[in-house]
């Protein structure tokens, strides 16, 4: 069945470092989705790519969506305090309708 | 709107016994899933809906089951809890392809 993975689990950086989570499927995508959770919070949505190819900004944060549709990443520049989180990226396959979520990418912010 | 809702936000529950966790949405979303969330597993897709009367399995269908009667309604049973059920559970639901809400979750200790 479809498997999306994403690494790396954890990062710690220093606060102004870039960080970068990086998310694999076993399967060719119709879209991919990126979420974020606070600790002790519910996924809130953050974008969608659909194009192959496909790169978004969103000020500090750069998504894209490979060509072959079966990978993405999520690039974060000069972090701050507030990009603590679990980041996750989920894939929906061509021909399911199912949503699979990556096991996340913790990112920890030293000040 | 008041988005998507579960009840109750806690529950203990002895081995064996059954329980329905609710979700609802004011949406009027076609599209509503569960989730559970276990440290290092991410989000694993439980069953999903495309529509009312539709349901499908996800990823960890196993002891667990749900019904799509009405758009606005997706509730999950437990028919005999297990302590591996233990976990924090989130409904999600969307139009067909976008923007996954979530709700707050609920989170569930089986002893």
């Known amino acids: 069945g479809q498997q999306v993975m994403q690494i790396p689990q954890y990062q710690h950086v220093q606060e102004g470092e870039d960080f970068t989570t990086y998310c694999n499927s076993s399967t060719t995508l119709s879209n991919i989705q990126w979420y974020k959770q606070r600790p002790g919070g519910h996924p809130v949505f953050l974008i969608q790519l659909v194009k192959s190819g496909e790169v978004k900004k969103q000020k500090r944060l750069t998504f894209q969506f490979g060509e072959a549709k079966k990978n993405s990443s999520l690039h974060i520049t000069a972090t701050q305090t507030t990009d603590v989180g679990t980041y996750f990226c989920?894939?929906?396959?061509?021909?399911?309708?199912?949503?699979?979520f990556g096991q996340g990418t913790t990112l920890q912010v030293k000040p | 709107n008041a988005g998507v809702t579960q009840t109750p936000k806690f529950q203990v529950l002895k081995t064996g016994q059954s329980m329905t966790l609710q979700c609802a949405q004011d949406m009027n979303h076609e599209y509503m899933s569960w989730y559970r969330q276990d440290p290092g597993m991410g989000l694993r897709l439980i069953h999903y809906s495309v529509g009312a009367g539709i349901t499908d399995q996800g990823e960890v269908p196993n002891g667990y089951n749900v019904s799509r009667s009405t758009t606005e309604d997706f509730p999950l049973r437990l028919l005999s809890a297990a302590p591996s059920q233990t976990s924090v559970y989130f409904c999600?639901?969307?139009?067909?392809?976008?923007?996954?809400?979530f709700g707050p979750g609920t989170r569930l200790t089986v002893t």
């Open positions: 999600a639901s969307s139009y067909h392809n976008g923007e996954q809400y």
């Open positions: 989920a894939g929906k396959g061509r021909n399911t309708g199912k949503l699979i």
